[in-house]
């Protein structure tokens, strides 16, 4: 590694608990940028580094910048920024968190003056959790492994359109769904570029015999004429489900027309009844369109559907958020769900995009005379949920509204036709999807309760 002009520091370790997460270096990069890092000790899954610049950062704020590193470098656990700038005199404020054989240690307090010497702060003492404030990692998927691990995750087998009459097929097929460099991607490619032509065009989509199952026969899922599954994409969902916590996954959006990813969860046993009475939490979801008016890759929202009486609530519990100086699918983020009885949080990278609170209730808040089975005020969002990774393609059910400057190549009255016309107009989106660009590429999962 090559860094010019360096203006660093060595950090003295402590003989205490807080040696675990203390850094080794912090450096300043040139032309811009800083670097961490910490020294790596057997049973250290993960490193988080929490950090300000001239502006106080007190215990665990989540801080202007933040990132979880989960896998280390050589001997040491490193982060490097090059996209922020500091200079001589500028105060770093920070904190580094660290998991080790399922516990977790902290420090905190922490400050470096750019070019000065260095402040340990006032510490914070690398308390090992379980304790007020700081959570235990119950579910860590770094994706290290050569494939998507099947006793962590279940892929959906099925051409039923996710009830938004969408345009794919969700197989299992490694060309659509695989790892590499440390990272999930999911990358929707014509049906007839790995069936072929033939197939696409005159056969029928057979999941059971092709795949040896299917996951949801609704809308003939489980067979279907081909031609009305132009694409095949992935969808995984973890078996494990979780009811409260935080829920951090870093990703990074795909890029292309008609390209809709989303990270979300369901209902493990829909206590409730079927959709949307036992809800549905979507942390994040986008169009991957460059110019479809103001709600494409530039967007992203954050959505809770709930009802009782066949209708969706989603209006009231909603939100998004506009990129500062890019599109979302440039670099990666940090999604995070922040969830407990009293409500929930979505950010991305520290930044608000939407919050909740259960206040006195679900029920109260859509204003229904009879709560039915949701007795408790967080019902339906008060059972474990499971979370979902998938790309969808197109759709009639509206998430692609019509009437949007974009050159939309179906309607949403279409019905199945809506995916041959999509299917017909390929010359014009396909385009757009530049190689792994179209797809949705994550880092990690990770879920921590208290």
Not at 6 to 14: F, M, T
Not at 70 to 98: C, P
Not at 196 to 215: A, L, P
Not at 328 to 341: E, I, K, P, R, S
Request: hydrophobic share 35%.
């Amino acid at each position: 590694m090559l860094v010019v002009g360096l203006l660093s520091i060595c950090l003295v370790a402590q003989v205490s608990y807080a040696n675990i997460a203390t850094p080794s270096r912090v450096v300043a990069l040139s032309p811009k940028g800083i670097e961490f890092a910490v020294p790596d000790s057997p049973g250290i899954s993960l490193v988080a580094f929490h950090y300000n610049i001239n502006k106080r950062l007190p215990r665990v704020k989540a801080g202007q910048w933040n990132y979880d590193v989960t896998r280390k470098t050589g001997n040491e656990w490193v982060h490097r920024n090059t996209a922020v700038s500091i200079r001589n005199g500028d105060t770093v404020y920070y904190w580094v968190f660290a998991i080790k054989n399922g516990g977790g240690y902290h420090l905190t307090d922490q400050k470096w003056t750019v070019g000065g010497a260095p402040s340990t702060g006032t510490g914070g003492g690398g308390s090992v959790i379980p304790q007020p404030g700081v959570s235990k990692v119950v579910f860590l998927e770094n994706f290290d492994a050569g494939s998507v691990d099947t006793k962590v995750w279940k892929y959906d087998v099925s051409g039923w359109g996710g009830g938004n009459g969408e345009f794919q097929a969700y197989t299992p097929d490694k060309r659509t769904t695989y790892i590499k460099d440390g990272k999930l991607v999911i990358l929707p490619k014509l049906t007839e570029d790995l069936l072929g032509n033939n197939f696409y065009q005159n056969e029928e989509f057979d999941f059971k015999k092709r795949y040896g199952t299917c996951t949801q026969d609704h809308n003939q899922g489980c067979k279907k004429p081909a031609k009305y599954l132009p694409m095949m994409s992935g969808r995984i969902s973890t078996i494990a489900a979780w009811r409260y916590g935080r829920f951090t996954i870093r990703a990074k959006m795909p890029r292309g027309d008609w390209l809709w990813p989303a990270i979300w969860l369901l209902p493990k046993d829909w206590f409730y009844g079927t959709w949307p009475k036992s809800g549905e939490i979507d942390i994040v979801e986008t169009r991957g369109n460059r110019a479809y008016g103001d709600i494409g890759i530039q967007s992203i929202g954050s959505t809770l559907h709930w009802g009782l009486y066949g209708d969706n609530q989603w209006g009231r519990t909603h939100g998004s958020v506009k990129a500062n100086s890019e599109v979302w699918g440039q670099q990666f983020h940090d999604y995070v769900l922040d969830w407990d009885a009293n409500g929930m949080k979505f950010t991305v990278d520290g930044r608000k995009m939407f919050q909740v609170s259960t206040g006195d209730g679900y029920c109260r808040k859509a204003g229904y005379q009879n709560c039915g089975a949701w007795k408790e005020r967080d019902a339906p969002f008060n059972k474990p949920f499971y979370i979902i990774l998938n790309v969808a393609v197109g759709g009639t059910g509206g998430f692609f509204p019509d009437g949007v400057v974009g050159n939309k190549p179906w309607k949403n009255s279409d019905g199945w036709n809506g995916a041959i016309n999509f299917y017909n107009a390929r010359n014009q989106w396909l385009k757009t999807w530049d190689g792994e660009e179209a797809a949705m590429q994550v880092d990690y999962v990770k879920v921590e309760k208290n």
